[in-house]
């Protein structure tokens, strides 16, 4: 099983979020997965330059996956936003021949052609391969958090491009999260979208959907919203602030990385987790996390 | 109702000029778009949309709109309003790329100048910078994280120049 690859962090983790990377590169370590720099990197894209130009996209991400397939190396992203372009492109480029010979046209300009030889994952993927690993570091555990899990869309949705989980019933991650003594808990709408790359086009709507998820995920009793992706972290830890419902009442969850509950059970260094930078108070669940 | 995008905001008392089977067909050589003419209004998309109460025009009745061949579809604000979560394309029961549909749909609005500004804004930003966001680097020494790695500008610019993002507009 693969342990070394080039890590593409994206545009939003090292913006607003470097506290999921320093966590993240904590529970490498432990694990003893390899992470390469990825030099070069720019932007995937995302959905965003999709939207605007898929023949831009295609190969601003086209770009990316063959920077890494000339030197050799498999690709890890912790951010769904950038795996779902990267693994999209990869599908498009796969499959229309068309296509991958346009990208390649602009791309024979850098020195550099796609061929697909280089596999694109999401760090909880990774994190999977090594659970039984994992299982065995729990030092610390969570008891009484209970995790309103939210995988996000791009990592299960297509599943034929993303390949990972169940799409209607996905459970891997959450096998992980109770790896650390927390329960992760069913809620309705667990698998609608944050709404946060609705952030672009309207605030309103985007803050609309957020306010239904975060109000089913405290009436299913979950006492901290747990992601995997820097988009969906900036619904629930930055658009969430002081955020109300109807009557006035806080919806306010704790939000914390997939990487920041692991790290925490497996005993790693704290300051390296970055808990500091959380922007919605961890205090309802600090004697349970041990902070 | 959302009042926050789009013109198209309803069909009552609307008339199409013109059906257009030509636009069904361009619709249809999209990325994705070629299952498009199996939709069978099953509304199965719709039912799971995370935006179907917060749109005017719901996706089942985007897909109808193809299939009559009505460009007004991209005035509609489902178009920019789409999440891209996938749950239509993830089970619609004809197998149909819908979500994938209206990214090219967002494509041919964009050209035509019917897009939220911010996407103009990030197609300027992503061309001067690489990135849509900057990394913050108080936080990235307090964590002790090295420098994010470099990138060359010039390549991005190349690459850019040579799909035409910044001329898109000018060519409709």
Request: hydrophobic letters at 40%; a negative charge; aromatic letters at 6%.
């Amino acid at each position: 099983m693969n342990k070394t690859y080039e890590v593409f962090l994206g545009c939003a983790i090292p913006n607003r979020f470097n506290n999921y990377e320093s966590s993240m590169r904590a529970v490498a370590e432990a694990l003893d997965i390899k992470l390469l720099d990825f030099d070069g990197a720019t932007c995937c894209g995302t959905v965003v330059l999709k939207s605007i130009d898929e023949y831009s996209w295609l190969s601003m991400s086209g770009r990316n996956i063959a920077l890494a397939e000339k030197r050799g190396h498999d690709i890890v992203t912790p951010c769904n936003g950038c795996f779902g372009s990267l693994k999209d492109v990869d599908h498009v480029l796969h499959t229309e021949e068309e296509q991958r010979k346009a990208v390649n046209e602009v791309l024979k300009e850098l020195g550099l052609e796609y061929t697909g030889k280089s596999k694109i994952r999401h760090f909880v993927e990774v994190l999977y391969d090594l659970k039984d690993e994992i299982a065995s570091k729990i030092v610390k555990p969570l008891e009484g958090l209970k995790v309103a899990f939210h995988p996000g869309c791009h990592l299960l949705r297509p599943s034929k491009v993303a390949g990972f989980d169940d799409p209607e019933l996905p459970s891997k991650v959450d096998e992980l999260i109770e790896l650390t003594g927390a329960k992760s808990i069913p809620w309705n709408l667990k698998l609608r979208c944050c709404g946060s790359p609705l952030l672009i086009a309207s605030e309103d709507v985007a803050t609309r959907i957020l306010k239904e998820k975060l109000a089913d995920a405290k009436a299913s009793g979950a006492n901290c919203v747990v992601t995997n992706c820097p988009a969906c972290h900036t619904q629930y830890d930055v658009q969430a602030l002081g955020l109300t419902d109807e009557n006035g009442e806080s919806l306010e969850l704790p939000a914390l990385f997939v990487t920041q509950i692991l790290g925490l059970a497996m005993g790693l260094d704290e300051e390296r987790l970055g808990l500091e930078l959380d922007r919605i108070s961890l205090d309802p669940v600090s004697d349970i996390l041990g902070i | 109702m959302t009042e926050s995008w789009g013109r198209f905001k309803s069909f009552e008392g609307m008339t199409f000029k013109k059906l257009d089977a030509k636009f069904t067909k361009k619709v249809s050589e999209l990325i994705g778009g070629q299952d498009l003419t199996a939709c069978f209004q099953c509304a199965k998309c719709s039912g799971g949309c995370p935006v179907s109460d917060k749109v005017n025009i719901q996706i089942h009745e985007v897909m109808r709109m193809l299939l009559f061949g009505l460009e007004e579809v991209l005035e509609t604000d489902m178009i920019w309003l789409c999440t891209t979560c996938y749950t239509c394309q993830e089970r619609c029961p004809q197998g149909i790329d819908i979500t994938d549909i209206l990214f090219g749909l967002k494509n041919m609005a964009y050209r035509k100048g019917i897009a939220p500004p911010g996407y103009v804004a990030a197609a300027q930003g992503l061309y001067n910078n690489g990135r849509l966001y900057e990394p913050t680097d108080w936080e990235r020494e307090d964590l002790e994280l090295d420098d994010v790695p470099e990138f060359d500008i010039n390549d991005v610019k190349k690459l850019l120049d040579k799909t035409r993002l910044l001329k898109l507009q000018e060519e409709e």
